[in-house]
Each structure stands twice: as structure tokens, then as C-alpha cells.
């Protein structure tokens, strides 16, 4: 299996963070903002109006059962504020059609270095992870662990052209590509969070080891029947540059600079309550210390 291609890190942070996906779409940088450097503020002050997936846990879905809608339901009651949403299925389009649209105003998780959208202060920074069944005791933390030659590794690709994740693309590095298995992050939409599949492969046994997105993971492996370790991948930079840990902001549209101090305000006060349901939910949260400043716009758009 040929896996060659490297995706946009950002953008495949959004398919994994936000949809698995990613808070998961294939938008990418590419795809240019609008010419205008500056957009009149539209966002609601009589509303909290979550871009969200209705299908997507641990995330979201339509119940509101993921973590990120518990996070919405904090910064909605801080600031006194009923929680609306419009769902969308986190693919291409996604940002276009839902924040750019004006449909909604936040969307609750996206890599902090986002470029289609102004990103707050990162509120939770999280990593790849090795998964594996606790009875086989592979003991797997390292991309250079020999062993990875001879399992059946279970991975992630983003769209229908074998779009590389990151630890893939350090495997390939490593020579490591005839015993990958790749499993769709879109999966069948039908089913409920279709990038759980790769989770239950290696339930199941049918791979050894799964490289997954670590809130993902973390979450379906405390479901698990037959006990499942997820560790962080090490090292968590792997030379020349590509990261396998990535901090996740709140993200709204460029020009609503007050909108966004005032969430982080809220992200800010709250930040205990926040800490709790991604320890709830077994978000791998690798982030200490206050958070950092929030990122400058790039490009010097507002």
C-alpha cells in the first residue's frame, strides 16, 4: 500500500480534530478567504451558534453528546446565553458553508494555526497516539520501535487519495508502507461516528496497532470490552518538522476580534470546568501552564 502524499497540517487537524476530525474537513489553505481584509461582525449577541457536526463523537453529534458540545454548554452559560447549532457533516465545505456562510458563529475546536478562521488562545493541545489490545503488551511509544516493521498497522486517511496523517507520513519515512491498513476518516456516514472503525479494528484484532488522533482514541478506549492502551507517539516532533501534538482553539470568523475576547474570557474563567470533560472524556491533554498568547493573524488580515 502506497501512502505518499502529505496533506496540509492544518487542514488534516480539522478532519481529524473536529470530525476524527479533526473538531474533520478537507478544506485547505488553498482555498482563499475572502479579498475584502475586513468583514462588518455578523455574530449573534442573543445566541451561542456552534458550527457542528451531528455525527462526529467524541466530538459532537445531534444529541450533544460530545465533549465539544459540553464545552459550548460551559461558554454559553458563562456568558448567559442559549446554545444554537447548525450541524453540518465536517467535510469539504464545512468552514465555506457554515462559519463563512454566517450560518453560526464559533466553531468549537480547530488547530490553533488554522488558516480559515481567527483562532483563539489554545484552550487544550493534544497528540497522536499508538493503540493497542492491553493483552498483547506490545509496549509500543516509539515511530523507530523495530517492531513496527512487523505488525499490521491501522491508520487514518483523510479524502479518497491516501492523504498521508502525520505519524504516517513518519512511517513511510521509515520505510514502513507494505503493512499499513488505511481506514477512511469519513467512513460510512450512516454509521454512527464512522472514524471509530479504526478503534474497533483494533478491538477486534483485525490490526495490531492503531495510529489515531488522540482524543478519539482516548475516548473509545475506556468503552472498550477488552482493554485498550493508547499512548502519545514519540518523539512528539519528528525531525526535520512534523509534529504529532497540536493545540485546539475556539475558532471564528477573521474581523470578530471583540467576539473572540470575549469566548476566551469565558474559556478563561471556566478553564477548570473545561479541564474536567476532556478528563471526562479521555482527551489526551498534553497542555500545562496557562495557555499561550493567542496567535497573530496571519497574513496581517483582521
Given at each position: 500500500m502506497k501512502l505518499f502524499r502529505r496533506v496540509h497540517l ?293
Amino acid at each position: 500500500m502506497k501512502l505518499f502524499r502529505r496533506v496540509h497540517l492544518p487542514t488534516l487537524l480539522l478532519s481529524l480534530a473536529l470530525a476524527a476530525g479533526c473538531s474533520q474537513n478537507v478544506e485547505t489553505a488553498s482555498e482563499p478567504w475572502p479579498e475584502a481584509p475586513y468583514i462588518e461582525p455578523r455574530y449573534s449577541k442573543t445566541a451561542l451558534r456552534v458550527c457542528s457536526d451531528p455525527n462526529n463523537l467524541p466530538f459532537s453529534n445531534e444529541a450533544r453528546a460530545g465533549f465539544e458540545n459540553k464545552i459550548a454548554d460551559v461558554i454559553g452559560a458563562e456568558l448567559g446565553l442559549p446554545v444554537e447549532y447548525t450541524w453540518w457533516a465536517q467535510r469539504r465545505g464545512f468552514i465555506r458553508s457554515t462559519l463563512r456562510g454566517f450560518k453560526c458563529d464559533v466553531v468549537i475546536g480547530v488547530p490553533t494555526s488554522f488558516e480559515l478562521a481567527l483562532t483563539s488562545r489554545p484552550y487544550y493541545k493534544s497528540t497522536y497516539v499508538f493503540v493497542t489490545r492491553n493483552d498483547r503488551r506490545l509496549a509500543i511509544e516509539n515511530l523507530d520501535d523495530p517492531i513496527l516493521k512487523e505488525l499490521k498497522i491501522g491508520a487514518h486517511l483523510i479524502g479518497d487519495d491516501n492523504a498521508n496523517a502525520p505519524p504516517l507520513h513518519a512511517l513511510n519515512r521509515r520505510g514502513i508502507i507494505e503493512n499499513i491498513v488505511g481506514y477512511t476518516v469519513y467512513g460510512d456516514y450512516k454509521e454512527d461516528s464512522p472514524p471509530s472503525r479504526l478503534i474497533k479494528a483494533v478491538e477486534s484484532g483485525e490490526v495490531d496497532v492503531g495510529l489515531a488522533w488522540g482524543p478519539l482514541a482516548g475516548f473509545y478506549a475506556r468503552q472498550s470490552r477488552v482493554g485498550l492502551s493508547v499512548v502519545p507517539v514519540k518523539p512528539e516532533i519528528d525531525l526535520p518538522y512534523l509534529p504529532m501534538a497540536y493545540e485546539i482553539s475556539l475558532g471564528v470568523r477573521r474581523g470578530e476580534d471583540e467576539y473572540l475576547t470575549l469566548l476566551e474570557g469565558a474559556l478563561d474563567r471556566r478553564r477548570d470546568d473545561i479541564d474536567a470533560i476532556l478528563k471526562d472524556y479521555g482527551v489526551p491533554n498534553t497542555m500545562t501552564g496557562p495557555p499561550p498568547p493567542r496567535l497573530q493573524n496571519i497574513g496581517g488580515l483582521k
